[in-house]
Nanobody, 125 residues
């Protein structure tokens, strides 16, 4: 069982930055790929970024490439999402997710086993 707790959301002006954190419980964190998704009001949850077990491989959605960075610290059981040059369209609840133990993941929700409760990010224009 893995529990995920996101933090770091808030209200920021367009062009600003936020860093989201996702703290994971359990001893299998370092053997799980991790992902970030987001869901805006009235829209489906969408993929934002993912990172491999070691952190050596990352992939970001086109909508955030060049602005967002995903990273992890396995010693702290934490994955991060650094968000720069924020836009109003980035407003959403952001969720972190954990992949199956030693599994590979892509960009769809069904490929992740565990989810956090989400943290709200609001970008004002």
């Amino acid at each position: 069982q893995v529990q995920l707790v996101e933090s770091g959301g808030g209200l920021v002006q367009a062009g600003g930055s936020l860093r989201l954190s996702c703290a994971a419980s359990g001893r299998t964190f370092s053997s799980r790929a991790m992902g970030w998704f987001r869901q805006a009001p009235g829209k489906k949850r969408e993929f934002v970024a993912r990172i491999s077990w070691s952190g050596g491989s990352t992939y970001l959605a086109d909508s955030v490439k060049g602005r967002f960075t995903i990273s992890r610290d396995n010693a702290k059981n934490t994955v991060y999402l650094q968000m720069n040059s924020l836009k109003p369209e980035d407003t959403a609840v952001y969720y972190c997710a954990a992949a199956p133990f030693m599994g590979r993941v892509g960009t769809t929700m069904g490929e992740y086993d565990y989810w956090g409760q989400g943290t709200q990010v609001t970008v004002s224009s």
